[in-house]
């Protein structure tokens, strides 16, 4: 389409196919790594697939052992995959505070949960982990609580990948 610019994983133009303020939640009061992934799982089962948030939590679980984390800067981004998705869909929320994620790797209070169609590629998500391991943005997520104006941010950096 002329004039649409990609950064590698969706349309800039259609950021809000990827993530919308109604899939970042601010501050949320996690108790675990279970915890915090439960909570990635429920806002990824509100999107347009017919996986359930336990389904979900089981794909990021897979995620998890086949490829672990590698938390930065306090942020992760644990992927599932569905095959009924017509495209890439994502959520953030901020933590409290920290939790373990690994013992050998920092706590964490920043996730970023995309669920995948399964013929999407991961590198796909490449541009938003770039976009978190910038020293600037994680220190902003943490002390905004809107969601919108995360989404603003996000979107507004994210055009910059391009």
Known sequence: MPGTQT????PVTK???????????????AHSKEHALG????????????????????????HVRQNGFKPANGTVIPVGR?????????????LTRPVKFNQELPDVDILFGALMADDDPESSIEPMNELLNQPDVPEFLRNTNSPDDIYKILSSRLSLCA
């Open 15 to 29: 950021m809000s196919e990827l993530i919308t303020p109604e899939r970042i939640l601010c501050d949320i009061d």
């Open 7 to 10: 950064s590698g994983f969706f």
């Open 82 to 94: 569905a095959s009924d998705l017509p495209q890439t869909i994502a959520c953030l929320i901020t």
């Open 39 to 62: 909570i990635l799982a429920a806002l990824l089962a509100e999107g347009p697939t017919h996986m359930t948030s336990s389904a979900i939590l089981s794909s990021l679980n897979e």
